[in-house]
Structures are given as structure tokens and as C-alpha cells.
């Protein structure tokens, strides 16, 4: 299994409060991404990385932020948690020098705003 | 754009028989095709991929999904499902360079 941790694995937390996801990896891999799952939506990608300060939106990147400033750590941020952020989201890395660059996935965080 | 179909919700099948899971995709060229398993609780677990070459692809678990570029499909297919086959599906394209797009998941139940 690739070595992807997150943390915490569950949060619960109120609405207007500001929450960090953190994602770490071991496999040294350049991209990262913040994908977050709903009953009906599938994944949904959030923010994603191609490198240390190399960040990018994805298509439901609105009251998330992002950073990464080591290889190893992506973080998203939720400024001000709101119920509609209530979600399991999941931190995925791939390599890019490889021949299909697929992704894998973390355990994923459970997160509820109250 | 990108995207992916999963027309099928929910499948229910009985223990030992086959599957057929259902993917759809949309992109003007030839695509990077993945499908992923997601057992309740857990993350997704990759179970095989597709670029180029044969266009029947084996993954693990006993999984296999065949390219028809004439259907823009990627069905995943199993000769006999067992119970810890029960879990969330989910096919999904890429460009070998982009993020990855899903679709929205088929959730199989097995019966005895």
C-alpha cells in the first residue's frame, strides 16, 4: 500500500470555525490532490498539487484553501466550516514519471460541521 | 472536457455469478481508464488500468475490464462474484498528466 496517512481520521466541529485537513506521504510523489466524496457525487476534486507551492483549483474549490511548502504534506483548509462542507474527504497522490500516472488514495477524513 | 458514466447505481448479484459493471466515457483522445474499488470505511483501492494495447486488461482480485473505443466504454467484468466482492465501484479517465475524473460509482450487494 502506498504510504498515504491523514489526519485527524474523524472531526467533528461548528459551523464558522476553521478546520485543516493534513495528508502526509512517504512515496515521495510530486502531484497530490484533495478530492472530497458525497452519497450521489462520486469524488469531487478540490485543490490539487504539482509540486511544493504548486497548487491548483478543482472544480468545488470554493470555501477551501491549500498549501504545500514540503514535499511530503498537503494541506486544505477550511476557513470557515460551513454544514454543506460535511464530507468524507480523501487525500489521493500519484507520480507523474510514471507510465499511467494513477492515483492512490488515503484512508480519508469524516468530517462533520455541526 | 472529461467525463465519466456509471449508468447503474446500485447492483445486486447473486454469490457465483457474473458482473458486468457499466463505464461510459467522454474525451477527444485516447484516454488513461482506471477502475477502483471502495470497500465500505476504506479508501479506493486501484484495481486496473488501461492506456494502450490489448484492450482486455486484467486487474487483481479476479477483475478484468475490456477497452471498446467504438462504445467510448471500459466495462469491468467478473466470472464469479463472491461476497467480499461487495463494495463501491468507481471508473474513472485521465489525460496521464491531469487529475482523474470519476464517475459517480456503482454499489454491487452480493446475495447468498
Known amino acids: ?114 | 472536457a472529461q467525463s465519466v458514466t456509471q449508468p447503474d447505481i446500485h447492483i445486486t448479484v447473486s454469490e457465483g455469478a457474473s458482473l458486468e459493471l457499466r463505464c461510459n466515457y467522454s474525451y477527444g483522445a485516447t484516454p488513461y481508464l482506471f477502475w477502483y474499488v471502495q470497500s465500505p470505511g476504506q479508501g479506493l483501492q486501484l484495481l486496473l488500468k488501461y492506456f494502450s494495447g490489448d484492450t482486455l486488461v486484467q486487474g487483481i482480485k479476479g477483475f478484468e475490464a475490456e477497452f471498446k473505443r467504438s462504445q467510448s466504454s471500459f466495462n469491468l467484468r467478473k466470472p464469479s462474484v463472491h461476497w467480499s466482492d461487495a463494495a463501491e465501484y468507481f471508473c474513472a479517465v485521465g489525460t496521464g498528466n491531469t487529475p482523474l475524473v470519476f464517475g459517480k460509482g456503482t454499489r454491487l450487494s452480493v446475495i447468498a
Open chain 1, 1 to 114: 500500500d502506498a504510504g498515504i496517512t491523514q489526519s485527524p481520521r474523524h472531526k467533528v466541529t461548528e459551523t464558522g470555525t476553521p478546520v485543516t485537513l493534513r495528508c502526509h506521504q512517504t512515496e515521495n510523489h510530486r502531484y497530490m490532490y484533495w478530492y472530497r466524496q458525497d452519497p450521489g457525487h462520486g469524488l469531487r476534486l478540490i485543490h490539487y498539487s504539482y509540486g511544493v507551492k504548486d497548487t491548483d483549483k478543482g472544480e468545488v474549490s470554493d470555501g477551501y484553501s491549500v498549501s504545500r511548502s514540503k514535499t511530503e504534506d498537503f494541506l486544505l483548509t477550511l476557513e470557515s466550516a460551513t454544514s454543506s462542507q460535511t464530507s468524507v474527504y480523501f487525500c489521493a497522490i500519484s507520480d507523474p514519471t510514471s507510465s499511467y500516472n494513477e492515483q492512490f488514495f488515503g484512508p480519508g477524513t469524516r468530517l462533520t460541521v455541526l
